[in-house]
């Protein structure tokens, strides 16, 4: 699966973006995909920040992120989204996203976000 992310850009603490990550045209559909956002700030590694099932039933978030994140997804639209409310200096980072089905992973391109205090 081909994976575009988009929706980053720079906030201050408080705000709120939506991230969104869909299949490219020439990607298969993401719809079969258990999916997921991960976000690497500068010295530290890749961290999952949430996930959803293939269905959109199951959510998973990081404990950070907790109650201020959402992930969704629109099959349909074959698009996956994450809400960040109430967002903090440390949710900066470059965010990614990652499709799963099985063995095989596919990862999107970052987009980064900043969030200044």
């Known amino acids: 699966v081909q994976l575009q992310a988009s929706g980053g850009g720079s906030v201050q603490a408080g705000g709120s973006l939506r991230l969104s990550c869909g299949a490219s045209?020439?990607?298969?559909?993401?719809?079969?995909?258990?999916m997921g956002w991960f976000r690497q700030a500068p010295g530290k590694e890749r961290e999952l920040v949430a996930a959803?099932?293939?269905?959109?039933?199951?959510?998973n978030y990081a404990i950070s992120v907790k109650g201020r994140f959402t992930i969704s997804r629109d099959n349909a639209k074959n698009t996956v989204f994450l809400q960040m409310n109430n967002l903090e200096p440390e949710d900066t980072a470059v965010y990614y996203c990652r499709a799963q089905k099985g063995e095989v992973v596919s990862w999107g391109q970052g987009t980064l976000v900043t969030v200044s205090s």
């Open positions: 959803i099932d293939w269905r959109g039933g199951h959510t």
């Open positions: 045209r020439r990607g298969r559909a993401i719809s079969n995909n258990g």
